[in-house]
């Protein structure tokens, strides 16, 4: 394949002409541009047909996303693609461009990127973090459903890699790449791909399906949460002969979790996994018990893999579990108490808060300012995850009078000190006081 150098255009399918204005980044069987057509600007994946043996089963997996349509706004999905060229059968398609505030999954992960200095034009480090834990809970959140929502549909990921997701670090959304390679279950596109990604039986041969992405899920979402891989420990840096014959036989037919309780033979390395080490001990055990379940029974029976509802319901808890305290430091309040606490302390400064509980859970939220509701929380029958509902903020003339207030469309009804229920419409709030209660409609809660 002839590279498309910058200022070349290129012809569409519907007649129109694409104008390249620089490359994006490169793969192994593609590069991406930067185009503009028709006063939009777009980005155009362009195949290597040198070195892919099924182009055509490829293009037409393209053809039919297309015409299925994409199944949200969180998924850079083909929109059409360019004329064909006759004599080599290359073609490429186009698809939304993505925004400069949306990080490499791989850079967040790694904690830094790559830029360029302005004044001397030297490559120098710059740090990737999320903002907050909502944003980085948020994160996995989305992450989560837009595995559902493909799955939903009957495709699955066939081409999985931490290249597939973009975060946006100050909020939590995403972007979901390589949505070429997302086909209908029985479909084999032949994505070559990191083993790190697959489930074992993909590995050994078996077509993806829901239970396969259920695993490739469990794998990416311990990535981004504990920085490190979860079968990469002792066992896997003592190999000698690390080939990739051999790393598919420590993700598959020899995969050992890290952390397997019945198994030290893989044990995370001080001075080689540290993120992984740190970063395992600051999850509640509820969390970490899902991973280790995952990669110990989940390994090699699929039917007993976590549903996608199930990884939402954790983390949806998580994030409700969040405690904001007034020195700076962010945790979970179940990592130092237990369901039935009304009371929950920071770690660090010791200051305690008081928690709201609600009717249809068992686990509290903590009242700390910055403390957020969201849609899901207040109606559990909804497929909102991510809207922010409510919010606790502090009084702007008496500091430390924290309130609540309404971000949603719908009314509640609170109890107040003068002993009467009220209305609080949108945009309003209302104190935190000892004897609050809350009516939001479907779910009610009380101090």
């Not at 200051?351 to 686990?363: E, H, I, V």
């Not at 430390?400 to 003068?418: A, C, E, Q, T, Y």
Request: proline share 3%; charged share 30%.
């Amino acid at each position: 394949m002839a590279e498309y150098l910058t200022r070349k255009r290129i012809e569409t399918e519907f007649g129109g002409i694409a104008q390249i204005n620089g490359v994006i980044g490169k793969g192994r069987q593609s590069i991406v541009y930067r185009v503009e057509t028709n006063t939009q600007k777009k980005a155009l994946k362009w195949y290597d047909t040198d070195k892919i043996k099924n182009i055509e089963q490829i293009h037409e997996n393209i053809r039919r996303n297309i015409v299925d349509g994409k199944p949200d706004r969180r998924f850079l999905w083909p929109e059409y693609t360019t004329i064909t060229d006759n004599s080599t059968g290359a073609f490429g398609y186009f698809m939304e461009l993505r925004t400069d505030d949306f990080e490499y999954f791989a850079d967040v992960v790694r904690g830094y990127k790559f830029v360029t200095d302005s004044e001397t034009g030297s490559p120098i480090k710059k740090k990737v973090r999320f903002s907050s834990l909502y944003a980085m809970i948020t994160a996995v959140i989305n992450i989560i459903d837009s595995f559902r929502q493909i799955n939903a549909s009957g495709k699955s990921f066939q081409g999985l890699s931490e290249g597939s997701f973009f975060i946006n670090t100050d909020t939590g959304e995403i972007l979901v790449s390589d949505c070429d390679t997302i086909a209908p279950y029985g479909t084999d596109l032949d994505i070559k791909i990191r083993s790190e990604y697959k489930a074992p039986e993909v590995i050994m041969g078996k077509l993806p399906d829901e239970k396969s992405d259920m695993y490739s899920l469990a794998l990416i979402l311990f990535r981004l949460l504990f920085r490190g891989d979860a079968f990469e420990g002792e066992k896997t840096v003592m190999d000698v002969c690390l080939n990739e014959k051999e790393v598919a036989r420590h993700y598959s037919t020899d995969a050992v979790f890290i952390y397997d309780p019945d198994n030290n033979s893989n044990r995370a390395l001080n001075g080689i996994h540290d993120n992984v080490i740190k970063f395992w001990n600051e999850y509640p055990e509820y969390i970490k018990e899902a991973f280790t379940y995952s990669f110990t029974t989940g390994i090699n029976n699929p039917e007993k893999r976590l549903r996608f509802e199930e990884w939402l319901n954790l983390f949806v808890r998580l994030r409700t579990e969040i405690l904001c305290c007034m020195c700076g430091k962010s945790s979970f309040i179940s990592m130092n108490a237990s369901p039935e606490d009304e009371i929950f302390i920071c770690p660090v400064c010791k200051l305690k808060y008081a928690s709201m509980k609600f009717t249809d859970r068992l686990y509290r939220m903590p009242l700390c300012v910055g403390g957020k509701i969201f849609a899901c929380d207040l109606d559990p029958s909804t497929d909102d995850l991510i809207t922010v509902a409510g919010e606790i903020v502090e009084n702007k003339i008496r500091k430390g009078l924290m309130g609540i207030k309404n971000h949603s469309r719908k009314k509640w009804s609170v109890f107040l000190p003068d002993g009467m229920y009220h209305d609080v419409e949108y945009s309003k709030g209302f104190p935190v006081w000892q004897g609050l209660k809350i009516d939001f409609g479907k779910v009610k809660a009380e101090l």
